[in-house]
């Protein structure tokens, strides 16, 4: 069963302006992390952004940051200033059943216009 | 950069012919991880390991098997490729600790079957 859920597909966003990717999870844990992972066309997969379920303050990272909502189980991520270097498929991950299981979800490809 | 390793990076095979897609990381992590990301990008858990003797299935099922021997090696073999195991491979493996929890990637190995 899907736990971690991307609901947009494709977002589009003018270089310079912002876009906010949604996520949103399902677990019974009540310690857990979240990540962001960005995979630009036929590069490696790399982190842009974690956050520890435990800590409330949202996790920053230059120009990422995200809006999570522990009770609503919603991990978003918003990218400010977007460059075209920003132009890739954006994941978001779950570890599951202690870390045992990392799980995605279905990604959204973020196009960034000059 | 993470020194998670995957060959090889492309391979084009034909039907029947059995194949290892190899994996291995030199940071010491315990868990490591294999997924099959198909066109639409999406990416699906097909094996796991927590350590050493430990394998166990993911979330999608898979025709392939994996092993776990030694701590840095994770390879992942067909018996029998057929043209629907055409696909990329990723391997990660993910450390859990006191400074951060973080999965890295390898490059990934794209499948062909003919």
């Known amino acids: 069963a899907q736990t971690v859920t991307q609901s947009q597909p494709e977002m589009s966003v003018q270089e310079a302006e912002t876009v906010t990717l949604s996520c949103t999870y399902d677990t019974s844990e009540s310690d857990y992390y979240l990540f962001w992972y960005k995979q630009p066309p036929s590069r490696q997969m790399i982190l842009v952004i974690r956050q520890e379920a435990y800590k409330q303050q949202n996790a920053t990272e230059n120009r990422f940051s995200v809006n999570f909502q522990k009770a609503a189980k919603s991990f978003s991520l918003k990218i400010s200033d977007s460059q075209l270097g920003d132009a890739a498929m954006y994941f978001c991950?779950?570890?599951?059943?202690?870390?045992?299981?990392?799980?995605f979800g279905g990604g959204t490809r973020v196009l960034v216009k000059p | 950069e993470a020194d998670i390793y995957q060959t090889p990076r492309y391979l084009v095979i034909g039907t029947g012919k059995k194949i290892t897609l190899e994996c291995s990381q030199t940071?010491?992590?315990?868990?490591m991880y294999w997924y099959q990301q198909d066109p639409g990008m999406e990416l699906h858990l097909i094996h796991y390991?927590?350590?050493?003797?430990?394998?166990e299935k993911g979330d999608l099922s898979s025709e392939s098997t994996v092993s776990r021997i030694r701590t840095e090696h994770f390879p992942l073999t067909l018996e029998s490729a057929r043209p629907s195991h055409t696909s990329q491979y990723l391997c990660a493996s993910m450390v859990q600790g006191r400074f951060g929890t973080e999965a890295f990637f390898g490059q990934g190995t794209r499948l062909t079957v003919v």
């Open positions: 940071m010491g992590h315990d868990k």
């Open positions: 390991s927590y350590g050493v003797n430990s394998t």
């Open positions: 991950a779950q570890p599951r059943a202690a870390g045992n299981k990392l799980t």
